[in-house]
């Protein structure tokens, strides 16, 4: 496991942007799948936003158009650019890891679902007021 930690959430005005990082522990953070979570009160957490160690790209319906995930590794670090903000974006933001190691997947987005990753970030709150 990895360890995660989040920053640049906060306060924005609908059609704002801000921009999420997720720094990680250790020194093969470039062999990791990463993704971008976010749970609202009240529901479930949702996939937002997944980059592969590969760089291969996945998107949310919710988010496609309006976000880009980017990764540094050199900087062992994972970015989530949001535009074009909506009340409804309004979340917790949690960055994930998945078990490194160049892992192959199969089946259909298996990037997109909570239980391919291993570790959590404690997450950053992003409110979004209309």
């Known amino acids: 496991q990895v360890a995660l930690v989040e920053s640049g959430g906060g306060l924005v005005q609908a059609g704002g942007s801000l921009r999420l990082s997720c720094g990680a522990s250790g020194r093969t953070f470039r062999d990791y799948a990463m993704g971008w979570f976010r749970q609202a009160p009240g529901k479930e957490r949702e996939f937002v936003a997944a980059?592969?160690?590969?760089?291969?790209?996945y998107y949310a319906d919710s988010v496609k158009g309006r976000s880009t995930i980017s990764r540094d590794n050199a900087k062992n670090t994972v970015y989530l650019q949001m535009n074009s903000l909506k009340p409804e974006d309004t979340a917790v933001y949690y960055c994930?890891?998945?078990?490194?190691?160049?892992?192959?997947?199969?089946?259909?987005?298996?990037?997109?679902?909570?239980?391919?990753?291993?570790?959590w970030g404690q997450g950053t709150q992003v409110t979004v007021s209309s």
């Open positions: 980059i592969s160690w590969t760089e291969w790209i």
């Open positions: 994930a890891a998945d078990k490194g190691g160049r892992t192959y997947y199969s089946g259909s987005n298996p990037l997109s679902r909570p239980i391919t990753y291993n570790s």
